[in-house]
């Protein structure tokens, strides 16, 4: 039989909510959210997956990363990255889009370090350590490799046209 809910605990997840703590998905509508929240919310995945990956042989801080590893971590960041931007609102306007672990290539829309350094693009995490605390980044034009401290990185959506997006609507 199933347990109501104490009194008074559609109050506090409803306050919780507002005071944007936390928000439950409404069927049916678009959810806004942080381009960096998207990207953390994967860091996070990988700190979770990575030592079970680690229990079945995969070694998931080594660098450069094994094949399994990329498999893993390309399956992960489609999941909770290029998917939901390429569902964002406005629909079609992301267009081509890096793979996890790749530079972006001219005309993509790519994942920039912040609003403050819009050709700094996301490549990916860095192994080394169990909390991914390093962040990979490519200077463009000219290519040079730059890794930042993944608490100073902001993360925004640079799109193909140059417009950058900190946010973005998810449609479900």
Known sequence: MPRRPAAG??????????????????????????????????????ITVGPIAEQAGVDWLQEPPYDDWDAIAEGLYEGFVSSALSN????????????YGFEPEDGDAYLAASDAEPDLAFVGFAGGDRLLSAARF??????TRET?????????????????????EIEP
């Open 9 to 46: 605990g559609a109050a506090v997840a409803r306050r919780g909510w507002q005071e944007g703590r936390f928000a439950l998905p409404t069927p049916g509508r678009s959810r806004r959210y942080e381009v960096h929240e998207l990207v953390d919310l994967f860091r996070r995945a990988l």
């Open 88 to 99: 964002s609102v406005p629909a079609g306007k992301i267009g081509r889009f890096p793979r």
């Open 148 to 168: 930042w401290n993944w608490s100073k990185a902001r993360l925004v959506l640079r799109h193909a046209d140059g417009t950058i997006a900190s946010h973005v």
């Open 138 to 143: 490519t200077r463009l034009p000219d290519r």
